[in-house]
């Protein structure tokens, strides 16, 4: 790993063991590199899962399989490859996939269909078979490993391993959810996916378990932007392995369910900073906050226009108060606003309003919220009711180094 | 003027004179400068007018006021503010924009619709009207100036004046077009909006130029980026004075509208690229075709997502050939797209095929296509017939440089 963000937490927080869930990590050296590269994580049986995926019309084939195996609703296994994605890469890329499975399921005794698979890293070699299924053989008799030597060994141009935590309680029962996560670009420089994996030991249906994440990916992984990049291998995936005893989850209707969606949206939400946190040459963390506009879906759209303008983006990273940058962002989104209606804050100071600059606003709290790391930048649009919150970082020299100084 | 665009043209064209058009330039002292800051066009009587607009929502109280003048068809004046785009100035800007109207109107016993006002610079504070005043003063009466001279006097953050030239033959007649453009990022440092203007001799009904405009705009204006980002003001117009003596066109189905309109979309192309060619921190011209999509309108929209792909536009300025970063920029377009039809090439090197790396491409020329400073991407859908061509620049240490060690 690279030199740590300057947007790190201090530490890898305490996390707690979930029922039902054994990470072991092993050396499969997609790349030629001496580190762990190939997770596995064996789950209970009975375990339930969940997931969403990139939205990008060429996906790898690892993603395909997810979006068949995620309806059946039953995981028995996670494997995930780091340093090589394997998109594009035709029959031989899914082979690989197909592979895997059968060697894990045989292993497992269960349907390849139970063995859930990602892989990050570079694009267009097809993942190395015999490498995989050696790394695998180490990894079924390895030593579990901790959460962080999980998620130090799915990451690759990540600068620290993340971790996240929450709990929520069913009924009488504490659940316990634990959360890794990877990424930094997008697929920049072609090997920062993000992929996530939250584990609970939570009883639920898999339906629901689906409902819940979908609604929390709303909040906060679809709330989120490095560089507007969509990568081929996006990937997030929640298991529940109902090792935790509580009376089993099947509608929002059941005690405890909106509890354990709130603590699911908690972690969620807490993941996708991390990746927002470890963005490419991030010197800001900046949160977006759109009020007023017709829509809530309006308010995201114009949200992510914000945070994906480079103008607006550097601006930050030079610590300007440019709302003529936002203003533009605005008008460029494409969704109802009316110029003259229009306030803009940064942090809690109004610098716009009503169509007009103010002047004589206060720039020195306005200049001191911009020296700061966590930058806050509200835009009312004075439309109606719609809102949205998204979160980026700043571009800066630290981006273009990491992604032009470098050869593929 | 900063330090040339390496992408610069050599030198400033020899432009024709246009019958019926004369431009002086004078000092508004819009900003704290000595240099001309406002051009003023004359145009004989009976010269029309056609124009595209900024898609902004938030536009510029002069976006505006054109928006309204174009569709009556005739011009005797164009007035251009540079330093200051009076953007987001609500009433009071609007009223600026009609002070200047009035008092150009005054001068020429006209209408005040016949004047066409664009400005550009620093966004949220209103135009000083009393600037703007003793600066037509000065230009009524100043000597003509040259076609170089306006060009600059439109100039903010330009790094070299922009103008370019076509004719064509209307029967016997030949006639010529002359065009000049400012602009180099989309509107930083708050002030590098695209601004356009094109005078031809030619006698042309309003409503067939806007027509001709319209769709010369589809094929150039509409198919640059530079940053993704959209400014409040972006204008082009055009002016036909009809003084060169040919038959009038009013259908394209007069003899020479044909060529007129063909010499027209080479114009635009021309100052198109030139604005591409002044890109904040450009160091590569990058020439994006899609083909096979099932639309021309998804081809461009796939067209654009490269384009605007931040990975992308590094892996240029890194002289990368890094395919996967296409396949991802294809991917999140949300267009049809098919991962294993998909074709990539630069230059005239295939590097992907049917959905694979081609394995043992020769890299020689594929290495040597990226150190020059004309890029060519190519990308083959395998769909249909649709195709598409946008042009834009590598993204460098310079854009970071520009738009964030910067302060408003």
Chains 1, 2 share one sequence.
Not at 6 to 19: D, R, S
Request: proline fraction near 4%.
């Amino acid at each position: 790993m690279t030199q740590r963000s300057p947007l790190a937490p201090a530490a890898f927080p305490a996390l707690p063991a979930i029922a039902g869930v054994t990470a072991r990590a092993a050396r499969a050296r997609y790349k030629n590199w001496d580190r762990c590269d190939l997770t596995y994580v064996e789950l209970a049986e009975g375990t339930t899962v969940a997931g969403v995926t990139t939205q990008s019309r060429c996906p790898s084939p690892e993603v395909e399989w997810c979006r068949d195996a995620i309806p059946l609703g039953s995981a028995r296994a996670l494997v995930v490859n780091a340093g090589n994605a394997n998109a594009f890469t035709g029959h031989r890329g899914r082979a690989a996939v197909e592979a895997i499975a059968a060697k894990v399921a045989n292993h497992l005794d269960c349907k390849p269909s139970d063995i859930f698979i990602s892989s990050t890293g570079v694009i267009g070699v097809p993942l190395p078979v015999d490498k995989a299924e050696a790394g695998l053989e180490a990894a079924f008799t390895a030593v579990p490993c901790s959460w962080e030597d999980a998620a130090t060994t799915i990451g690759t141009t990540d600068t620290y391993a993340k971790g996240a935590h929450a709990a929520a309680m069913i009924g009488g029962t504490r659940v316990e959810l634990v959360g890794i996560i990877k990424g930094s670009g997008m697929i920049a420089p072609d090997m920062a996916t993000m992929l996530g994996y939250i584990f609970t030991d939570a009883a639920i249906d898999a339906r629901l378990l689906q409902q819940m994440l979908s609604a929390a990916n709303r909040q906060s992984f679809s709330c989120i932007t490095v560089d507007s990049d969509t990568s081929t291998s996006d990937t997030v995936l929640a298991f529940a392995t109902g090792q935790a005893g509580n009376a089993p989850l099947a509608t929002m209707d059941d005690a405890g369910a909106d509890a354990f969606a709130a603590a699911l949206g908690d972690l969620c939400r807490q993941l996708a900073h991390l990746v927002v946190r470890d963005g490419e040459g991030a010197s800001k963390f900046i949160e977006i906050v759109v009020e007023g506009a017709e829509t809530d879906a309006s308010a995201h759209r114009i949200a992510l226009s914000i945070a994906n303008s480079p103008l607006v983006k550097t601006a930050i990273a030079g610590e300007d108060a440019n709302w003529g940058r936002v203003v533009m962002a605005v008008g460029k989104a494409g969704e109802p606003a009316d110029r003259d209606k229009l306030s803009i804050r940064f942090g809690a100071t109004q610098v716009a309003s009503g169509g007009l600059a103010l002047e004589g606003y206060d720039e020195a709290p306005v200049a001191a919220h911009l020296k700061g790391q966590d930058i806050e930048i509200g835009v009312d649009l004075g439309l109606g009711n719609g809102r949205a919150t998204v979160w980026t970082c700043d571009l800066t020299h630290g981006y273009i180094s990491i992604n032009a100084d470098y050869r593929s």
